[in-house]
């Protein structure tokens, strides 16, 4: 009989404890929530920005090795290249076709749509123009304008800006391309073209 009312005890005594420390949870789980902030109720009647409409990057998903085997191979000859020896510096703004500054300000004013962003780091020449034909391809699909990144050659030998003058004499020369122009005064880096409308037919 005594060793029963001990077992009880015991058992009395393990269930306080439970108690006590399920209590103890409860007051910390309670002191976290307390202090979590509500982020909006303090934002109160600040509202999220509108998600901005921004220009995809072209991305040439051709890995560098195929990519070099396939101009090796020559399966790219309608494509349009420029000679890589000319020591000219190409302008910084360019336009053809009769609309001369007209198509200028018109890229810079902001109101043509970007379709999509090029970035050419880390391409040879070569390359650059190869991707360059890709990507005129992909604007022409779905507007007129695009971004080109080539950089503003000061990681070049004797600092000169080879893949920067590459590229706008490709700009230069290709049928249809219209006009480029550095986005602003600031950034040499890159070029926004304005490329020849495609009209096309409707289906009848």
């Not at 507007?143 to 080879?162: K, M, Q």
Request: aromatic share 8%; charged share 30%; hydrophobic share 30%.
């Amino acid at each position: 009989m005594e060793d029963f009312k001990q077992l009880l005890k015991g058992l009395g005594k393990q269930a306080q404890a439970a108690q006590a420390e399920q209590k103890q949870r409860e007051q910390e789980a309670a002191q976290v929530a307390a202090e979590e902030v509500d982020f909006a109720k303090e934002m109160g009647a600040v509202k999220p920005l509108k998600q901005q409409n921004r220009a995809p990057r072209y991305v040439d998903k051709t890995p560098p090795r195929l990519r070099q085997q396939r101009l090796e191979e020559g399966d790219k000859d309608h494509y349009f290249y420029v000679s890589q020896e000319a020591d000219d510096t190409p302008p910084k703004q360019y336009s053809k076709g009769g609309q001369g500054r007209k198509d200028i300000d018109k890229l810079l004013s902001g109101k043509l749509r970007i379709i999509s962003t090029l970035d050419l780091h880390g391409y040879s020449q070569e390359e650059a123009q190869e991707v360059l034909n890709e990507f005129i391809e992909y604007i022409r699909q779905y507007g007129v304008c695009g971004e080109i990144i080539h950089g503003s050659g000061l990681g070049s030998r004797g600092f000169a800006p080879v893949l920067k003058n590459t590229v706008r004499r490709w700009l230069m020369q290709h049928p249809d391309v219209l006009a480029y122009t550095e986005p602003n005064g600031n950034n040499d880096g890159a070029v926004l073209i304005l490329l020849k409308r495609v009209w096309k037919e409707e289906s009848e």
